[in-house]
């Protein structure tokens, strides 16, 4: 199947400083990313729906000055969370949409841990 | 705001026995999936159910999607304890998914 890689798949700060998440799709074209934050034995919540090529979407009650996503190839989109506290400590994931087949499917990234201290 | 609720939330079963995870919401999807997540890992697809009474069969693991496109339920035979996981229900409209609560099975040998 498809693969989308992220990268780093942790990662601690501290206070203050900001983290960028990259999201991959390494062998097809997503023309779709979303990206996501896991709580502890919580589902997933979309926080953020990106083109590539245009500004990223927002979920109701997603600061998107606080997440900056940057969508600027078909391959790549980059989360970066700016300003981190440790509120933002989280488990986020990315996922790719693109034709791998006769269909559009969405593949998950293997998701990175964020700490913030 | 479309709304997946998953039941149970949590279920913890010895090895060989069967369960059902369920998967309800008020809306209509075009699609839904069912994922399994392991800890620190991301979701892996399972299954993608597209037509309302759908069954699909994945070895062990049923999935049915209801007649009206608004809910699905899991079903799995004789568990093992390899499947043991977190299992995510996803209803798909406009090529956007929402997740259910999830529901974190724990199979004991």
């Known amino acids: 199947g498809a693969v989308v890689s992220q990268h780093p798949s942790w990662v601690i700060c501290k206070s203050g400083t900001s983290v960028k998440i990259e999201c991959r799709s390494l062998?097809?074209?997503?023309?779709?990313m979303f990206w996501y934050r896991q709580f502890p034995k919580q589902s997933l919540m979309l926080m953020a729906t990106?083109?590539?090529?245009?500004?990223?979407?927002?979920e109701q009650g997603v600061e998107k000055d606080k997440f900056l996503i940057n969508h600027a190839s078909l391959t790549l989109s980059t989360l970066t969370v700016t300003s981190a506290h440790p509120e933002d400590s989280s488990f986020y994931i990315c996922?790719?949409?693109?034709?791998?087949?006769?269909?559009?499917?969405?593949?998950f990234g293997p998701g990175t841990r964020l700490t913030v201290t | 705001t479309q709304l997946l609720e998953q039941s149970p939330q949590f279920l913890s079963i010895q090895e060989g026995e069967n369960l059902t995870v369920y998967c309800n919401s008020s809306?209509?999807?075009?699609?839904l999936q069912w994922y399994r997540q392991e800890p620190g890992e991301g979701p892996v697809l399972l299954v993608t159910?597209?037509?309302?009474?759908e069954v699909k069969k994945l070895k062990r693991l049923t999935f049915q999607f209801g007649d009206a496109r608004k809910d699905s339920s899991l079903h799995i035979t004789a568990a093992q304890p390899g499947d043991t996981g977190l299992y995510l229900c996803?209803?798909?409209?406009?090529?956007?998914?929402?997740f259910g609560d999830g529901t974190t099975l724990t199979v004991k040998p």
């Open positions: 996922s790719a949409r693109g034709r791998t087949g006769p269909r559009y499917e969405q593949y």
């Open positions: 062998d097809f074209q997503a023309t779709t």
């Open positions: 990106s083109n590539e090529g245009s500004k990223a979407t927002y």
């Open positions: 809306s209509v999807f075009s699609s």
């Open positions: 159910v597209v037509t309302g009474g």
């Open positions: 996803a209803g798909v409209n406009a090529g956007k998914s929402t």
